[in-house]
């Protein structure tokens, strides 16, 4: 394994975005993933991407994903997949673990794509198998074709929440209702809406008390919630459902920037723990770049054009600065900022803002 | 502004409607389009896909969809390519007793032409019969099929989704 002059840790859209980038200015890039295929959460995206045409909107996630890989393998663009870093040391080396042999690559700028992970909320019963992340639904249905269960309770009404559910119905699965602690349902109406037409009650301000069964989940008990979050008496109802999915939020997986000694600061609105970065995607660690999910739970089309800023990053770094490549970052920088501009993009703007004040 | 009905169940109320819904002279003129997509979200492959600039978002990706019922012809080009599937092709003009949707409809089986199904409303419920006039599923489409339903007149303003027998 060689590393190139630019290590993309995690093949996602971040990651495949920023390489693409990247390598039209002339930098070598690696790309490494964990997983037996890169695309990263793109792989499980069965639904058309929201955006516009320049981020590829109106096409399915999974066909986005085929494309980008297209374009990396006709540009000579290597991705290592199975290989996951496993540390950082002082000098600027980077472990890379696959097929039990550890690469150390020494590259001369990293990016950190590595994602987030999913959250859990603890509940009596929430040990049973049957209580999946939604992650791991998408997984198991849409890159293994496995039903994860035949009735299900979808907890969240965030985006991924509205989505696996419809993705389910589209299995065959039937989901039984989407609950939602907040009085608004999370994610987009018009998600919202399809599921609402098939026949799923979406109900918000509930929450699940307990889920129970011998084996397995075998029902859950759920009800309503006043303005404290407590459950208001006499509102239980009980669900016979033999999978719970949680789809409750992600958290960044920043220990390779941690590792890395980045400048790290809690921003609940992008998530947790995030690194401080400059408008080029650059950590407080020169030529350590971030993008994607680890820097703020978005949408993929936000973690594309991030990706897409820290490959233009990395190219200024390693290679200077040129009129061209400052028109590309400049339009890259204005289609980022026009996809935040709306009312989903309100924590994201703030979050950044926030970032950005840390270091002041 | 969005009702708390649609911001809490995910049905739009009469109040988000109404927005949408074309003038009852255009809609004596044949197939026009619906588009129910009322909350701004970054988005625009419905201006991106009408050939005949019926929709515009403009500038800023999250401004909503704005509709010119007048410069649509119905051709249902949109319908597949919204990722929300927020639009519907009405077409109140039909015959004397029957009113057309046509919904993208991305479940299988898919129905077949000329079979009864049930149409189904914004809340999930049964509100009609309905017959299938046409199924649309070419490549172009990406895997969102167009299926046009038959209606009883007046329906159309309900019927946004479809249950086969069985
Ligand atoms: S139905 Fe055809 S003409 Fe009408 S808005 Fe859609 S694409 Fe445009
Ligand atoms: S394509 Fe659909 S979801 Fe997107 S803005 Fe247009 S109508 Fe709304």
Known sequence: MKAGEFLIIGGGPAGLMAALAASEFGVESLIIDENQAPGGQLVKQTHMFFGSKAERAGTRGFEIGLELQQELSTRGIKIETQASAVGYYPDGTVAVMQNERVWPLKPRAILVATGASENFVSFPGSDLPGVYGAGAVQTLMNVYGIRPGNQVLMVGSGNIGLIVSYQLMQAGVSVKAVIEGLPKIGGYLVHASKIARAGVPILTRHTILEASGKDQVERAVIARIDENWQPVSGSQSILEVDTVCLAVGLSPLTEILWQAGCQMYHVPELGGQVAWHDELMMTSVPGIFTAGDVTGIEEASTAMLEGELAGLGAAKYLKGESKELQCRIDDTACRLASLRAGPFGQKAREGKCKLAECRR | ?166
């Open chain 2, 1 to 166: 502004m969005l009702s708390d009905k649609l911001t809490s169940t995910g049905v739009a109320d009469q109040s988000d409607l109404g927005q949408a819904w074309p003038s009852e002279d255009r809609l004596k003129q044949g197939p026009v389009v619906v588009v129910e997509c009322y909350q701004e979200i970054p988005c625009n492959p419905c201006e991106t896909s009408c050939p005949r600039q019926a929709i515009v978002v403009g500038e800023n990706i999250n401004d909503l969809p704005k509709v010119d019922h007048a410069k649509c012809n119905g051709c249902t080009l949109c319908v597949a390519r919204c990722p929300g599937l927020a639009i519907v092709v009405v077409n109140a003009a039909y015959s004397q007793t029957e009113s057309t949707v046509t919904i993208p409809y991305e479940f299988l089986p898919l129905p077949e032409q000329g079979s009864a199904v049930e149409g189904i409303d914004r809340q999930g419920r049964v509100c009609c019969q309905a017959r299938v006039v046409r199924v649309l599923n070419t490549k172009a489409q990406g895997k969102t099929p167009l299926v046009t339903l038959a209606v009883p007149k007046g329906k159309e303003r309900e019927v946004r989704f479809l249950r086969t027998a069985g």
